[in-house]
């Protein structure tokens, strides 16, 4: 089992940046691919972006790409999401999602462990 709590999530001004904190417990999370979703009122799940076990390669929503970062520290057992730039249409929970082995990618029943999740809020 792994367990997965995200932080770093809260209110900011548009234009400003956050960064999360996804942290595992249970196992190590060096061998797991993670992943990135949101979910806003009334909005299904959106994928974010995802990161490979060896943090060697990522993969991004089309509509993030730029402003949102995915990075990774296996000796701590925690991945990032450094969001820049952001944008009141980026309000939503934010939650991180592990998958044993693989790459990640955007769909959301491939991955084995959830966190449950952290708000976030920006301002107009």
């Known amino acids: 089992q792994v367990q997965l709590v995200e932080s770093g999530g809260g209110l900011v001004q548009a234009g400003g940046s956050l960064r999360l904190s996804c942290a595992a417990s249970?196992?190590?999370?060096?061998?797991?691919?993670v992943g990135w979703f949101r979910q806003a009122p009334g909005k299904e799940r959106e994928f974010v972006g995802s990161i490979t076990w060896s943090g060697s390669s990522t993969l991004y929503a089309d509509s993030l790409t730029g402003r949102f970062i995915i990075s990774r520290d296996n000796a701590k057992n925690t991945v990032y999401l450094q969001m820049n730039s952001l944008k009141p249409e980026d309000t939503a929970v934010y939650s991180c999602?592990?998958?044993?082995?693989?790459?990640?990618?955007?769909?959301?029943?491939?991955?084995?462990?959830w966190g449950r999740g952290t708000q976030v809020t920006v301002s107009s």
């Open positions: 999602a592990a998958r044993f082995s693989g790459r990640g990618g955007p769909i959301s029943s491939g991955y084995d462990y």
């Open positions: 249970g196992r190590t999370l060096s061998s797991y691919a």
